[in-house]
């Protein structure tokens, strides 16, 4: 099938079986529609999205060894949610290969952001399972995650606490203050919710899984407060 072919030549993957690739370009509505002959995209998506963290995860880490553990947190979330995904898929045109039913296609399915982050993971999953080497898969992954994760980091991370501690200082006779005002969750899974107080009144409030990092949150809200 010359459609096949072509998404084939997108990815840079020939399939031994592409009736897998199929899959992977199937909407449950066209699933529906066939009366269970074809076999939606579900399955393998579920599949690549492990794949799609763990490649991410470990392509962070090795790549950035100074970002600390909080900052590959967020710029791992940040490269695999379904904005990203969806552009990735964007990239690749993969709303022009997809199977979708009347209905889908005439309701604007084949531009859908979550459909096309779907197909995305569900790809990685087939070339995963069709090749039987994670390292394919990576390499899939990898076209669209590293440069993605380059651009990422190369923005200077902003440290809100220190900007609003310079503005603060203008005028000496202020004070500034972090409050920690909850703590909730287990050990390995901590929220702090934190108020930023000027003279006693809160101006800023912020939440995250870090003392540091709901300071952050408060002294950015704090900053917006005031103009900056």
């Known amino acids: 099938m010359r459609q096949l072919e072509e ?68 710029n791992r979330a940040s490269l695999v949610c379904e904005r990203s995904l969806c552009e990735f898929s964007k990239q690749l045109e993969v709303g022009d290969f997809l199977f979708l039913s009347h209905g889908e296609q005439h309701s604007g399915g084949r531009e859908r952001p979550s459909i096309l982050a779907d197909v995305f993971e569900a790809t990685i999953a087939a070339i995963y399972i069709d090749s039987c080497d994670l ?6 992954t990898l076209r669209f995650i590293a440069p993605a994760a380059k651009k990422q980091t190369d923005k200077p991370f902003k440290d809100y606490k220190t900007i609003l501690q310079e ?31 000027l003279n006693n009144n809160i101006i800023g409030r912020g939440g995250g899984k870090s003392k540091k990092g709901a300071q952050q949150q408060a002294a950015r809200e704090a900053l917006e407060l005031m103009g900056y």
């Open 7 to 74: 998404f084939e030549e997108k990815i840079g993957y020939s399939f031994k079986d592409r009736s897998l690739l199929k899959k992977a370009l199937t909407h449950s509505s066209y699933a529906n529609e066939q009366r269970g002959e074809v076999q939606s995209y579900e399955r393998l998506e579920f599949l690549g999205d492990s794949i799609l963290g763990f490649v991410t995860a470990e392509y962070l880490f090795k790549n950035y060894p100074n970002l600390p553990e909080g900052r590959l947190t967020k």
């Open 167 to 197: 503005v603060i200082q203008q005028n000496p006779q202020e004070k500034l203050e972090y409050v920690v005002v909850s703590e909730t969750g287990p050990d390995h899974d901590k929220h702090f919710k934190v108020e930023v107080h």
């Open 135 to 140: 390292e394919k898969a990576k390499a899939f």
